[in-house]
């Protein structure tokens, strides 16, 4: 007997248990990292957040977004994203993040619709400036950031797993090792 997917999440909120909605807007809109974190490639569409702004943040390879009137920020929205999945980004985006429910525009049919987002939880972090790119955040960190991304998921399935904070740190000091007297900030 052939399994069928689950349909897409509903736009209103009365999803079904465990189908979730997950705007994205960094590292999580490349295809590469999501399968690296969830195993799989959900349903994504573009979107667009108003409202907010997507940040550059001293000392890391991964925006932050925080609410500024009259911005936006152009993202995707994952489809379908399970309660286990869910659970996995929570602790993907760790400590610096909280999971938020945001309103987003689809941007091929400007169709409304709830979904959560993950918000730099300090809002006066004096390390956040300017804009995040992520063309050329794939030109520059993806490659690390992949192999970053799989040293913490091997850690999430050990019994003392590091968070993804202490994982980008550790690797970040890994790759400059020999350049000595250089830290990274955090």
Known sequence: MAMTPPPPAPASSAAPAGAHSVFVYGSLMADEVVRTILKRVPPAAPAILPNYH??????????AILPVE???????????????????????????????RVEISLTDSSEKMLADAYVWTDA????????????EWKKLHM??????????MQSLEQPEAKTRVETYQSFIQQQEQPASGTQVEG
């Open 54 to 63: 997507r940040f550059n943040i001293k000392g890391r390879i991964y925006p």
């Open 70 to 100: 009259s911005k936006k920020v152009a993202g995707m929205v994952v489809i379908g994203v399970t309660d286990e999945e869910l659970q996995v980004l929570d602790a993907f985006e760790d400590v610096e993040y909280t999971r938020t």
């Open 124 to 135: 006066e972090d004096p390390n956040l400036y300017g804009e995040w790119d992520f063309e």
């Open 143 to 152: 490659k690390d950031f992949l192999a970053m991304t799989n040293g913490f």
